[in-house]
Every structure is written in structure tokens, then in C-alpha cells.
């Protein structure tokens, strides 16, 4: 390499994707197997340090501030079990309003959500997300609506009930009057006619 050349600084950056916080080695050190560490060829073992960008380590103030799409990936993965908290963030911002192909791509296969083609070839996640909501609002009227007649179907069955109880009542009433009318004509019979044998 002649001696005024130089090299082009590279940084490696680990992102999480994963569906938790980044709980792995974040330096070569810490992925030498235990028995080496106190060893005296460490010192030769250069230490390399591993940059994670782990949204779940990040501040909402944080993600606001990067300026690429990487913006709109970080608060999908970091509220992506969340969806209240994510529909919130995604309304209130117009940046999840026409995505690119490539960061709605992700998004779509992250977080689940079907993406459509907005009027300016971008892709709409506020769309995605209010019909979502749409959706599960519809889910919540008719899981209202099955109640409703469950609720229905159960007084009028009470009421069934009730109105066979009171038929038994009085069946049971009549069949007790007649019984003490045949006890009485029995009586009666037994102090004309004397004991039956």
C-alpha cells in the first residue's frame, strides 16, 4: 500500500430486529469461549467492539431524529407487540404516509400488515392502519351484536322458564285440590260404608 494512501473509515452496524430487546455479546471478548479469558494470548486477541442500533434501547426522541426510513422500521420493530401505541405514532406522522418500496416491504413482512400503493407510487401505512382499526371495530360490533343475542336468547329462555314453572305450579295445585276432594269423598265414603277390606 504506498504511503499516502488511506483507508475509508467502515463502521459495522448490528440492527435488532428481533421481537425483544438485544441481549447478546456486544464485543468479540465477550464471545471467547470463559476458560480463555484470563489466558495471557488475550492481550493479542484485539477487542472488537459490536455497534447494536436496538430500538428497545432507544428513546421515541432518538428514533424521531434519524432522518431515513430506518425511522419508520425502528418504531414498527419496537412497538410492533404494541399495536395501539404503534397506530398512534403511525397517525401522527406523515412520514408513514408514502413509504418506499423497500421499507414498506419490510414492514409489511415484520409487522404483518398489508401495505397498498398510495396516488403518489409510495405506500400508506395510516391507510394500512385505519383499516385495521376499521377492522377490528367491526370485529368488536358483531362480537357486540352475538352478545346482544346471547343476552336476548337468555331472557327469553328465563322467560320460558318461568311461564313452564308457573304451568307447573299450576298442575300442581290443581292436582292437589283434586286430591283432597277424593281424600274427602273417601272419608266420607269410609264413615258411611265403614273400612274396605
Known sequence: MPQDAYLIPIVTVV???????WNQPRSIHE?????????ELMR?????????LDP????????DRMESNLREVMYTVKY??????LAEIVMASSRFSSLDPETA????H????????NAKGGYDMCRAIQEMKDERDRAVGERDKAVG?????VVERDKAVEEASKVVEKVKAEADKEKKQLEAKLAKYQELYGELD
Open 44 to 52: 493479542f486477541v484485539p477487542d472488537y467492539f459490536i455497534n447494536v
Open 105 to 108: 416491504n419490510f414492514i409489511e
Open 149 to 153: 343475542e346471547r343476552d336476548k336468547a
Open 80 to 85: 410492533s407487540s404494541d399495536r395501539k401505541k
Open 110 to 117: 415484520y409487522g404483518n400488515i398489508k401495505l397498498n400503493r
Open 15 to 21: 440492527i435488532n430486529f428481533s421481537d425483544r430487546k
Open 31 to 39: 464471545l471467547i469461549y470463559p476458560k480463555y479469558k484470563g489466558n
Open 56 to 63: 428497545y434501547d432507544m428513546d421515541d426522541e432518538e428514533i
